[in-house]
């Protein structure tokens, strides 16, 4: 990927990266024919590496601590997440769901 790829190049990637069709059972029951697994763009080091490079810059100034819900259990984007902070040298703190 180059400075002068657009983010709509960076979209299709992700999304030839991503996006299944098939038939497919939801965690509902329902079923899909189509389905978005974030898990294919983040075992992609170059592709996950680029979405930290493109996404580290949108951190407000002044921002001292990253959080991520629920980064020990593999919340979505978590390793999206540490790409980012690791770019943008933050230290990371996890958000957990309060106890039930």
Partial sequence: MT???THTDLARRIHAASHL???????????????????????DPVLLDEIARRMAPLVPPGTEVLCVIDRGQGGAGALAAEGIRLRSLLTADDLRAAAA
């Avoid at 069709?21 to 509902?28: D, I, K, M, V």
């Avoid at 079923?31 to 983040?42: C, G, Q, S």
């Fill in 3 to 5: 400075d002068t790829e």
């Fill in 21 to 43: 069709t098939g038939e497919f059972t939801l965690r509902s029951g329902r079923t899909a024919t189509e389905y978005f697994d974030k898990y294919r763009f983040e075992g």
